[in-house]
């Protein structure tokens, strides 16, 4: 068992696939106590039966609804009576140049990427003023620190997680919160269905059957950042698949 995992409440937005739910499994095998948000509840519902989680422990969560990621993380205080690590995950990838106005994937990247990560810290920050300790971990991307073709809004949207983070790392120095930042490069989800841009989806699903290594490669970053003493605040990790080029 690793250390510092065991009974820790974790909240994760996204739950229902891909990183999210393969942490899910990760974190409940070590112990802790897991509660998971997504809009799908069938895959909600399929998670928490492979990994043992009561029914209470899912909520149907669209991050984009404040209201909604509050509940999300009462929740969690209500079954634990109290909440160590909000594990803001949920995002899509609609890629596309911006030349082609897919003003609607616009809107639904920032929403999403972004007010979904605020929503987020929104939620648990109360907690973890109160309780004076907690951890934030907080997904960008690769796409967060370079921009890739038809990449505009989505790693507007990553860097602004990165930015977010750095400022919530500054301000919440008095509360004894720790806020992590986790940037993966290609890993395999279902992500890349959220580009649906005509000659851009294929390329990327091209790219990720070519280079994008399994979704436990997040968990362990997620379990590494967590495990740390809590004076330690591991606050950037930056991963690829050893393949990956940009
Ligand atoms: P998936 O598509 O497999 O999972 C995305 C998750 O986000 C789903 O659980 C989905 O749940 C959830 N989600 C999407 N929209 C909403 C919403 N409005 N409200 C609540 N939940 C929502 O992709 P990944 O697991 O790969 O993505 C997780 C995070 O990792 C994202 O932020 C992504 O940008 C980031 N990332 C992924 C990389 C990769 O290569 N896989 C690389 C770099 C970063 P549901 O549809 O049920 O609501």
């Given at each position: 068992?690793?250390?510092?995992?065991?009974?820790?409440?974790?909240?994760?937005?996204?739950?229902?696939?891909?990183?999210?739910?393969?942490?899910?499994?990760?974190?409940?095998?070590?112990?802790?106590?897991?509660?998971?948000?997504?809009?799908?509840?069938?895959?909600?519902?399929?998670?928490?039966?492979?990994?043992?989680?009561?029914?209470?422990?899912?909520?149907?969560?669209?991050?984009?609804?404040?209201?909604?990621?509050?509940?999300?993380?009462?929740?969690?205080?209500?079954?634990?009576?109290?909440?160590?690590?909000?594990?803001?995950?949920?995002?899509?990838?609609?890629?596309?140049?911006?030349?082609?106005?897919?003003?609607?994937?616009?809107?639904?990247?920032?929403?999403?990427?972004?007010?979904?990560?605020?929503?987020?810290?929104?939620?648990?920050?109360?907690?973890?003023?109160?309780?004076?300790?907690?951890?934030?971990?907080?997904?960008?991307?690769?796409?967060?620190?370079?921009?890739?073709?038809?990449?505009?809004?989505?790693?507007?949207?990553?860097?602004?997680?990165?930015?977010?983070?750095?400022?919530?790392?500054?301000?919440?120095?008095?509360?004894?919160?720790?806020?992590?930042?986790?940037?993966?490069?290609?890993?395999?989800?279902?992500?890349?269905?959220?580009?649906?841009?005509?000659?851009?989806?294929?390329?990327?699903?091209?790219?990720?059957?070519?280079?994008?290594?399994?979704?436990?490669?997040?968990?362990?970053?997620?379990?590494?950042?967590?495990?740390?003493?809590?004076?330690?605040?591991v606050n950037e990790i930056l991963f690829r698949p050893t393949k990956q080029q940009l």
């Amino acid at each position: 068992m690793t250390e510092n995992i065991r009974d820790k409440v974790v909240v994760i937005t996204g739950g229902s696939s891909g990183l999210g739910a393969e942490t899910a499994r990760h974190l409940a095998g070590e112990g802790a106590k897991v509660v998971l948000g997504a809009r799908r509840v069938e895959r909600l519902e399929a998670v928490a039966e492979e990994i043992g989680l009561g029914e209470d422990a899912i909520v149907k969560t669209d991050v984009t609804d404040r209201e909604q990621v509050k509940a999300l993380v009462d929740r969690a205080a209500e079954l634990h009576g109290r909440v160590d690590v909000m594990l803001n995950n949920a995002g899509l990838m609609p890629l596309s140049p911006l030349e082609m106005e897919r003003f609607d994937e616009w809107d639904q990247a920032i929403d999403v990427n972004i007010k979904g990560v605020l929503w987020g810290i929104a939620a648990a920050l109360p907690h973890f003023k109160e309780q004076k300790g907690g951890q934030f971990i907080n997904v960008s991307s690769v796409a967060g620190h370079k921009i890739g073709q038809g990449g505009a809004i989505y790693s507007a949207t990553k860097y602004a997680v990165r930015v977010i983070s750095e400022a919530l790392r500054q301000e919440v120095k008095p509360y004894n919160i720790r806020t992590t930042v986790i940037s993966p490069g290609a890993v395999d989800t279902e992500l890349p269905d959220s580009v649906k841009a005509e000659g851009v989806a294929g390329p990327i699903s091209d790219f990720y059957a070519e280079n994008a290594i399994p979704a436990d490669s997040f968990a362990r970053c997620v379990v590494f950042a967590m495990s740390q003493p809590d004076d330690v605040d591991v606050n950037e990790i930056l991963f690829r698949p050893t393949k990956q080029q940009l």
